[in-house]
């Protein structure tokens, strides 16, 4: 199991935003987390890569870690088990997409020139954007932007995949694409665990479904088509 909360408080500023949490993802999964904006649902991503902490849980585990006790010296080489991908993409702006990639692979221990170079060619092929390797993220749509986030999070090859929004700037054909692309990712055993708002894309990309609603996580993979639509997408 690649992440196991029971009974996990999630905590922010002191403040316990979920309680009692209970989320369990395996290899090759696809979850979505979706809710109202301030519901937990971003807090509820940044404990799984120790950005915010747990309250006293009875297990929380990321990838083998107890995640409530880990050293914080220990966190990066948890970090680089996984791909995290942000709504507004955190490119290198004076980079450019080689050089973005580059960057993350140098830092995380690819020393040959050569193999770094196979890697960069082989997840930009990956997702469709290898003609836009020499190009700056300027020159690019944010559909294209959020394709080369894409590329960086699968970088190192993860275990798991957590993608906060990675939609949530987008148009909802292009929305679409990226939300098949993470699909097809996760059906090679990389799990994915993202926060969306786009209901509407649930059916097409089925998953297993976790609502945050009044401090609570609940799972509705079984009724999420009878969820109010014009309610959960007020994100």
Known sequence: MLIDYQKVNVVQDDNVVLKDVNLQVNEGD??????????????????????LDHSSPQKAEVLGQDVCHIRRQ??????????IIFQDFQLLHDSSVRKN???????????????????INKVLDAVGMLDKIDKMPYELSGGEQ??????RAILNKPRIIIADEPTGNLDIETARHIVGLLKKISKDGTAVVMT??????LDEFPGTIYRCKDGSVTDVTHEYHQIDLTEDSKE
């Open 74 to 83: 220990d966190v990066p080489a948890l970090r680089r088990e996984m791909g």
């Open 196 to 201: 969306t708002h786009n209901i509407q894309l």
């Open 101 to 119: 990639l580059e960057f993350v692979l140098k830092a995380t221990g690819w020393r040959k020139r050569k193999e770094r170079e196979e890697r």
């Open 146 to 151: 959020q394709h080369i986030a894409i590329a």
């Open 30 to 51: 696809f979850v979505y987390i979706i809710g109202k904006v301030g519901s937990g649902k971003s807090s509820l991503l940044k404990t799984m890569y120790c950005e």
